[in-house]
């Protein structure tokens, strides 16, 4: 994906470029190049709502896969902890992971809203702008995947171990 998106990037600068240099040229065929450009800018807008479907996708998917993660460790605590168990540190790390997940949620919010905005952007008169937006976009989506990461991790570092934690409970209270 990552490279989906940079040679996305690479093709923009590309056409635009080529663009800029079109339009210092005065010629009778102006009408044509221009019409030329308006149809790889319709084609590269098509190009950033196929990415943003597909990442929109996937953020439902990782949504949901930690949403039924957080139910299921939600009920294990709720039996354990009427069993007589102390699940305290479960519980505190399963609110800490529920943040994390709203917050995951809202930042792809941020990233859908950039490239809304580079979409905005007229890319056959403003190249820089458009460039820029595209840019600050691919910053989001990277702060958007190292969320991700960070939720993964935070699973293996602290739920994990706070399970394993209540399986020795259970070995000592036996």
Known sequence: MKNNIFLLMIGLVVVLGMAGSVYAEENTSTKRVKAKIETKCEVVNKKIDAEVKNYTARKDLHIQTFTRMLERWTGLST?????????????????VLRGMVSE???SYQEFV?????????????GIKDFISNLLGSWTGLKQFKGQVDAIWKFI?????????????????TK
């Open 113 to 125: 809203s950039g490239i809304e905005m580079t979409k905005k952007v007229d890319c056959e008169t």
């Open 156 to 172: 293996q570092n602290n739920i994990k171990k706070d399970l394993s934690s209540l399986r020795d409970q259970k070995e000592t």
């Open 79 to 95: 039996r354990l902890k009427s069993k007589g168990y102390d699940t305290a540190i479960l519980e505190k790390d399963l609110l």
């Open 104 to 106: 995951l949620s809202s």
